[in-house]
């Protein structure tokens, strides 16, 4: 080595030049037999662990959605710290030290998975033969390839595929929870939220609401197996329509909650229903059986003008389009009123049914008050103050019962309840949009 470069390593010599002068120096050097002491990138470290010329190196890539692969990820970390005395981990590229990034697998609870990096893994550890993983989690350069000899390819491919099956079990940590997807540098993010505890006591519905919702839950529970073996899809779309306050929202809390841990739940933003729906679908294929959750799509889709808006709409039945090619989604859209949303929207290949919530009666909303006002003991006449709530949702009820509590706290009379609910007082905090 010239003397004027002595004390520097061959990486901090190169560290100078631009990337297409180091690759050719990195191919000039291993010719001339002299290789750089750090392999330059995961294909040089590759070749010389795997101890094969670049003639000989098979490349078998994983093309999937982010989420994928940030669980493909969390799946090399493991076979890293199982295989960890004998696994080798160089540069992802550039000479640069390895990257490690953060998995969100639930409320608070972050696991350091590899972001751009390559590892060794010797004969006897992932395969009979020695093969390299390599991953890079940026969005614009995403890759999760194993790198082995090119006689060694039906290894690599069968040990790409048991990683890709291993999402589809516990080891899957986001598998079976409630994600949250919104946009992020317009990119689609997926975050852990935490599972709802709602359940059908708390949603006061006709009992031919539920029985409805039961027909569409049957594709994903006892309905499931004859619908596959029959060929006929796993797929359903239920439009659940209804006026503010009538417990839409509650509703889809209450389903995800049943299916919790069999299926997992993506609650779209308006964001990401606008804007990435298709990579939420794609998404899905991570998860198994999956619930999406499209809250409030009036939002988003109004009827078709022929005009500027037609994006959203288009590419929203696109996306729903695309889930005919998928198993075992349900999908929930939710509206204050079908007609808003353009009829295409509405075709029964998307969407099979639609139920309408409607308004809680008399006996209905006899059952939210009481749910509401039993715990305090009070001596009030029940059936009274539910006829006074006359066309109230139950959302206005439940604000009736805040407002009485903020008024008098957990001790009021009847006459002072009802002269809250005559005075519309409480309207002022309706319409607050609550999520799960
Ligand atoms: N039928 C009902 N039984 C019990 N609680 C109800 C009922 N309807 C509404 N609520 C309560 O009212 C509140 C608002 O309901 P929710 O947010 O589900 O309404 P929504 O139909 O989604 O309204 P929006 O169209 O404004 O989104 C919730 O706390 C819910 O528990
Ligand atoms: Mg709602």
């Known amino acids: 080595m010239n003397p004027a470069h002595s004390g520097r390593t061959l990486d901090e010599i190169l560290g100078a030049v631009s990337d297409e002068t180091r690759e050719t120096i990195g191919v000039l050097a291993e010719l001339l037999g002299n290789a750089p002491t750090a392999a330059a990138s995961p294909t040089e470290f590759a070749i010389r662990h795997l101890g094969i010329d670049r003639l000989q190196l098979a490349s078998t890539r994983f093309t999937g959605p982010s989420t994928s692969l940030a669980v493909l990820g969390n799946l090399l970390r493991l076979e890293m710290e199982r295989h960890g005395d004998v696994v080798t981990v160089g540069s992802p590229g550039d000479g640069l030290p390895p990257t490690w990034s953060q998995l969100d697998i639930g409320p608070g609870e972050k696991v350091a998975v590899p972001g751009r990096l390559v590892a060794h893994f010797p004969a006897g550890t992932l395969a009979a033969e020695p093969l390299c993983v390599t991953i890079d989690d940026r969005h614009w350069q995403r890759e999760f390839a194993i790198l082995s000899a090119a006689v060694a390819k039906p290894v690599a491919e069968r040990v790409l595929t048991s990683f890709q099956d291993r999402l589809k079990t516990s080891e899957n940590p986001l598998r079976g929870r409630v994600l949250e997807a919104s946009v992020n540098d317009g990119c689609l993010r997926i975050t852990v939220s935490p599972t709802p505890t709602a359940d059908r006591a708390g949603l006061v519905l006709p009992a031919s609401s539920w029985a409805e919702i039961d027909v569409f839950l049957a594709a994903a529970t006892r309905r499931r197996e004859a619908l596959r073996r029959l060929g006929l899809g796993t797929n359903r779309g239920m439009l659940v329509a209804g006026p503010p306050g009538v417990g839409k929202t509650h509703l889809v809390r209450v389903i995800a909650a049943s299916l919790a841990g069999d299926f997992t739940t993506i609650l779209a933003d308006a964001n990401s229903m606008r804007h990435t729906l298709a990579d939420l679908y794609a998404e899905t294929d991570t998860f198994g059986p999956t619930l999406v959750v499209l809250d409030d799509i009036d939002l988003v889709l109004g009827h078709r003008d022929g005009g500027a808006n037609d994006g959203p709409l288009a590419d929203f039945l696109a996306a729903l389009d695309g889930v005919r090619q998928r198993e075992d989604i349900l999908t929930i859209a939710t509206t204050n009123d079908p007609r808003s949303i353009d009829p295409a929207a509405q075709r029964s290949s998307r969407f099979d049914m639609v139920v ?81």
Do not use: C, M
Request: aromatic letters at 4%; a positive charge; proline letters at 4%.
């Open 356 to 436: 309408t919530l409607p308004k809680p009666d008399e006996a209905s909303r006899i059952k939210i008050l009481e749910r509401h006002l039993t715990p305090l003991g009070l001596a009030l006449d029940i059936g009274a103050l539910a006829a006074v709530l006359d066309g109230a949702t139950g959302a206005d009820v439940k604000e009736v019962i805040r407002r009485a509590v903020l008024e008098h706290g957990s001790s009021f009379t009847q006459a002072q309840l009802v002269e809250i609910a005559e005075s519309g007082r409480w309207k002022a905090a309706l319409n607050r949009r609550k999520y799960l």
